[in-house]
């Protein structure tokens, strides 16, 4: 057995040397002089004892390191995707899919000579009055003129015959053609709302204020400026299930001069022409319609001047005519599409 022990024994500093000596031939006189000059060390040589070679601090920067991460290296798998670094799961975060609800849906307004018995009196005879919103709202609606309803998948003859007629009206075909056998025919173009999203339906692109008692409409009278008034309902997609949808409908006034104002949208700023608009919050109303259903919304009394009577029937002549306007849900979508803001978290991340 060889003990090597480098011992400088003239300076006494401590230091190894390369000076090797069998431990059978290790003098008595060694053992106790350095022992003497381990105890005999002044405080001055204590720096030069305490001071790490070149791998004691590389051996102690790779501990630190550990300590920081939290030792993530020996983790399991498990723990290791969850202590994973934001950059180190871009390889996971590429698909950036986004799946958004929608409503197809189609609008129609028809126009009918006041006379019409159908447009009067049998369409609503077969649509749902009542379950549609509390008796208070609905009451509300009608002291203002509005009257809404929600026919079933399988529309009354007398909504069919409103409708082909107008349909036929449009593709200018004559009365005696075919008009079809479905029982819930297309009330009008369909068009795509997110949930979320709104759409305005124009009912009267221009309303002859000159033939309309302003004093009578409590919401005429706080408008200075009547000219060019449009009769306009605003469509807001609150909800969508894979089942039905809830609709909300405000109707709007729009009133004055048409000017381009400045907005900024999604797309960037844009200038598009607008007029001052003003809405009627107590006409608003809550419907939800099952695929295949059918919203009308009318007018409730012609007789009596109200807000509700300017949307439907303004025109006070003998030949006016009365609207009605339609809305079906033909379907619920689902669109796909990718979230900008994920992509760009992502290409951040991505070192």
Same mark, same amino acid.
């Given at each position: +057995?060889?003990? &090597? ?5 003239n300076?006494?500093s ?10 059978g ?8 002089v350095v ?9 001055? #040589?204590m720096?030069?004892l305490? /001071?790490? &070679? #070149? ?5 102690f ?6 300590? /920081?991460? @939290?030792?993530?290296?020996f ?17 996971e ?7 958004? +609800?929608a409503?197809?849906?189609? $609008? !129609?307004?028809?126009?009918?000579p ?18 549609? /919103? ?5 009451q ?15 529309? %009354? ?7 082909r ?9 004559s009365?005696?053609?075919?008009? !079809? ?10 068009f ?25 409409i ?9 000219? &060019? ?13 894979s089942?039905?949808? /809830?609709?909300?409908?405000? %109707? ?26 003003? %809405? ?11 695929q ?5 919304? !009318? ?8 807000s509700?009577?300017l ?18 849900l033909a ?5 796909? @599409?990718?979230? $900008? ?10 070192w």
């Open positions: +057995m060889k003990l &090597n022990v480098a011992v400088d024994l300076s006494g401590g230091v190894f040397s390369s000076t090797s000596l069998n431990a031939m290790v003098p008595n006189t060694v053992l106790p022992t003497q000059r381990r105890r005999s060390l002044t405080p001055s #040589h720096p030069y305490a /001071m790490p &070679n #070149h791998h004691s601090r590389l051996i920067a790779a501990a630190a390191t550990l300590v /920081m991460c @939290g030792c993530a290296i983790a399991p798998d498990s723990e290791k995707t969850e202590r994973q670094f934001p950059w180190s799961r871009s390889e975060a590429d698909d950036h899919t986004v799946y958004r +609800m409503a197809g849906i189609e $609008a !129609g307004i028809i126009r009918r006041r006379n019409d018995v159908r447009i009067r009196k049998l369409v609503w005879d077969h649509l749902d009055e009542s379950g549609l /919103m509390a008796p208070e709202a609905r509300l609606l009608n002291k203002n003129g509005f009257r809404v309803g929600v026919a079933g998948s399988s529309s %009354p003859w007398a909504l069919q015959s409103l409708v007629e107008a349909t036929q009206s449009a593709r200018g075909e009365a005696t053609e075919s008009a !079809g056998t479905e029982s819930s025919p297309s009330v009008g173009p369909r795509t709302v997110m949930q979320g999203g709104t759409s305005r339906l124009e009912l009267q692109p221009f309303v002859n204020v000159s033939a309309v008692p302003v004093d009578q409590p919401e005429l009278a706080s408008i200075r400026d009547l000219s &060019n008034l449009r009769c306009v309902i605003e469509l807001t997609v609150e909800e969508v299930d089942e039905w949808v /809830m609709l909300k409908l405000l %109707p709007q006034l729009h009133v004055g001069a048409r000017t381009a104002r400045l907005s900024v949208g999604v797309s960037g700023e844009q200038l598009p022409v607008r007029q001052r608009v003003v %809405p009627l919050y107590e006409q608003q109303c809550q419907i939800r319609l099952h295949g259903e059918v919203a009308v919304i !009318g007018l409730q009394s012609p007789d009596e001047w109200t509700g009577r949307f439907f029937a303004p025109d006070d002549s003998a030949g006016g005519h009365e609207s009605l306007l339609l809305i079906r379907g619920i979508d689902g669109l796909k @599409g990718h979230s $900008a803001a994920a992509e760009t978290v992502a290409s951040k991340y991505r």
